[in-house]
Each structure stands twice: as C-alpha cells, then as structure tokens.
C-alpha cells in the first residue's frame, strides 16, 4: 500500500509493517522518514540495526543467506537498504521480492532509494511486491508555493512560532534548499527557544548563514530568472564557495544546451536526447523552455566565454574571478526570442 509523508506518523501509531520502500529526490525527507520508521521499530522491539550500502557488483546472494540465518535467540533486527536508483538488476530484484513475499516477524526490511520510482520502476515485480505486502513511501519535493507552510509546521515541531512573513522570507532566503532551511530553524530553536520570529529575526540568523546550493544556481539560469541568479550568486560568493565549482555548473548548463541543440540540428528527437543526455524528468520542462528562448540563437560564444572564464580562474588570464563569473550569468539569462521550435 501507498503512505503519503504526512501520513507516515500516524501509520506508525500501529504495528509497523515488515517492510518499507522510501523513494525520491530530496534527501532530508528520506532521513525524516527513515527516522520515524526507525522509531518505530525500536518501539516494536526491533534492537538492532543492519545497513547495507547497494553499489556496483553488491552480492544480493550473501544479504539473502544472512537475512535468512537468524538463530531462535537472535535479536529483532532492522534490515536497511540505501539504493542511488530503482533499478536493484536481476539478483537484486529477485532478492527483494523473496524479503518482501516471505516476511519474518524478527525483521522489517526498510529500502531507501534517492531517487523517483519512474513509470519503469513502478511497473517492475519487485516494487509491485512492495505495494501488495509492505508500504511504499514516495517523497516528492516540496514546491515553492508549498515551502512558507512546511516551514511554519517543522517550526512548530522546534518549538518555534514563526510569523508568515518570516516563513516566507526564510523560503526565499533558502532558495528552495530544505536543509538550509532545517539548519536555520535548529539555530533559531538553540537560541530563541518558544519566542516568536518575525522577518527582522530571520535576516538577522540568516545574513551570515544562507546555505545556496550550486545547483540551484543552475536551475536559475535555464529559468531565465536573471534576478534570481544573480542573487544564488552573491550568496554562493558570500558563502566563501569556490568559483571553479559555480564555473563547473554554468559551464555545464551551456553545454548541456549546445549538445541538445546539436542533436536537434541533426535530426534527433528532443525527448530521445534528453534521456540519451541523462536528464531528470522533472527537469526536462525547464531544459525545454531554455532551448525555446536560444532557438535561431548559437551557443558557441557562449562556450568560448566560458573557457575564458575558466581560463580567467585559473591565472591564465587576469582578471577578477567573480566578475567573469557574473559576466557569464548575464550573458546566459540575456533575454532571447522565443521560437517555438521544440515541443
């Protein structure tokens, strides 16, 4: 069966189920849940803790012999599975099937995959095994619309009242990054315990602390939002971040557009190229509206002045750093004519 998050502490007020499978693409909600679950096993009896890391070559025979080799006087055990992506192979799928259809009331098997469960991986028998005998938890990101209102209930759960106002500063202060807002409401919880945080309190916690993910930065630029990416700029400068590692980001959303561009120049599909490319799903829209505005528009200046950039970083040219930097940003969010060429 399926467990929305909101729903996952109230699940647990019961008898947890033997297994669980946590999926998605935001890293502080897997922990969450991962620690309710835990939680809850220890209340259930469950006193020790086994993790497996799945990589490249993981011997799925030996965690089958050892899930099953379990002595009458053996501890009730948790049995943990971290996976990067739903896609466990053969041996693995077959293995988790069999922990699933064969529960045994001293284990709850609990697989965390940083990643969606695609329409792939939803279809597959191993994950069908979950929904018919476990719980499957899908962890969708939290929206910016969304982000004032998580904000406000992971306060109130810190002891802390926050005023609307200064959840929604914190959400733009954030940028959408979940954990520099959780290290933000700890700080504010460690010093303002029960007071009430109006916008003054949070620019004051945050002036010296605002944790911007490169990332996002690139996010910013295939939007277009000149203002926002100048802003995950000053931040990420602010922050003492290394300016080859914000160059490496920009450079790869150019290039990323230009090999896209060529692709489509030569007669390949959009959608194929993009999966060819590795491109997330949820980030294809975005890729998208980027190729629409640089339609009719080469991306070969762009590139040369990314590698004067990165000549620039490093001492071949002089200049300042962070100036070609957001000379670059500028020049990547120009306004361009929207053509609508790709679909």
Same mark, same amino acid.
């Given at each position: 069966?399926?467990?929305?998050?909101?729903?996952?502490? /109230? =699940?647990?007020?019961?008898?947890?189920?033997?297994?669980?499978?946590?999926?998605?693409? $935001?890293?502080?909600?897997?922990? !969450?849940?991962?620690?309710?679950?835990?939680?809850?096993?220890?209340?259930?009896?469950?006193?020790?803790?086994?993790? =497996?890391? &799945?990589?490249?070559?993981?011997? *799925?025979?030996?965690?089958?012999?050892?899930?099953?080799? @379990?002595?009458?006087?053996?501890? !009730?055990? +948790?049995?943990? @599975?971290?996976?990067?992506?739903?896609?466990?192979?053969?041996?693995?799928?077959?293995?988790?099937?069999?922990? &699933?259809?064969?529960?045994?009331?001293? /284990? %709850?098997?609990?697989?965390? &995959?940083?990643?969606?469960?695609?329409?792939?991986?939803?279809?597959?028998?191993?994950?069908?095994?979950?929904?018919? =005998?476990?719980?499957?938890?899908? &962890? *969708?990101?939290? $929206?910016?619309?969304?982000?004032?209102?998580?904000?406000?209930?992971?306060?109130?759960?810190?002891?802390?009242?926050?005023?609307?106002?200064? #959840?929604?500063?914190? #959400?733009?202060? +954030? $940028?959408?990054?979940?954990?520099?807002?959780?290290?933000?409401?700890?700080?504010l919880a460690l010093t303002e315990p029960g007071r009430a945080i109006g916008e003054t309190e949070i620019l004051? #916690?945050?002036?010296?602390?605002?944790?911007?993910?490169?990332?996002?930065?690139?996010?910013?630029? %295939?939007?277009?939002?000149?203002?926002?990416?100048?802003?995950?700029?000053?931040?990420? !400068?602010?922050?003492?971040?290394?300016?080859?590692?914000?160059?490496?980001?920009?450079?790869?959303?150019?290039?990323?557009?230009?090999?896209?561009?060529?692709?489509?120049?030569?007669?390949?599909?959009?959608?194929g190229a993009l999966a060819r490319l590795g491109v997330w799903r949820r980030r294809q829209p975005a890729v998208?509206?980027?190729?629409?505005?640089?339609?009719?528009?080469?991306?070969?200046?762009?590139?040369? /002045?990314?590698?004067?950039?990165?000549?620039?970083?490093?001492?071949?040219? =002089?200049?300042?750093?962070?100036?070609?930097?957001?000379?670059?940003?500028?020049?990547?969010?120009?306004? #361009?004519?929207?053509?609508?060429?790709?679909?």
């Open positions: 069966m399926k467990v929305h998050l909101r729903q996952l502490a /109230r =699940h647990l007020e019961r008898a947890p189920s033997p297994a669980y499978l946590i999926a998605g693409e $935001e890293p502080l909600l897997i922990d !969450r849940a991962l620690e309710q679950i835990r939680a809850a096993a220890r209340r259930a009896g469950f006193t020790e803790r086994e993790l =497996h890391v &799945v990589e490249r070559n993981f011997r *799925w025979a030996e965690l089958a012999a050892g899930a099953a080799n @379990l002595s009458l006087f053996a501890a !009730r055990r +948790v049995l943990e @599975l971290r996976m990067t992506a739903p896609r466990p192979g053969d041996d693995g799928a077959a293995c988790l099937r069999a922990l &699933v259809e064969k529960p045994d009331p001293d /284990r %709850l098997l609990i697989v965390a &995959v940083g990643a969606r469960l695609d329409a792939a991986a939803a279809r597959s028998i191993w994950v069908k095994s979950f929904d018919e =005998h476990g719980v499957i938890i899908e &962890v *969708w990101p939290v $929206e910016r619309a969304e982000l004032p209102g998580w904000i406000e209930a992971r306060a109130t759960s810190l002891d802390l009242k926050l005023t609307p106002e200064a #959840a929604e500063l914190l #959400a733009d202060r +954030v $940028e959408g990054n979940l954990l520099a807002a959780e290290q933000e409401l700890s700080k004051e #916690a945050a002036a010296h602390s605002a944790r911007f993910d490169v990332f996002k930065l690139g996010d910013a630029l %295939l939007d277009g939002d000149a203002g926002r990416a100048l802003r995950v700029l000053a931040g990420l !400068r602010d922050e003492g971040v290394q300016p080859t590692l914000v160059a490496w980001e920009v450079s790869r959303g150019i290039s990323l557009l230009a090999r896209l561009q060529f692709a489509i120049a030569h007669g390949e599909n959009l959608d998208k509206q980027a190729l629409r505005r640089y339609a009719g528009r080469p991306l070969a200046p762009l590139l040369s /002045r990314a590698a004067t950039v990165d000549a620039t970083l490093k001492g071949v040219i =002089h200049g300042q750093p962070w100036e070609a930097l957001t000379g670059l940003v500028l020049a990547l969010v120009a306004p #361009a004519a929207s053509m609508p060429l790709y679909s």
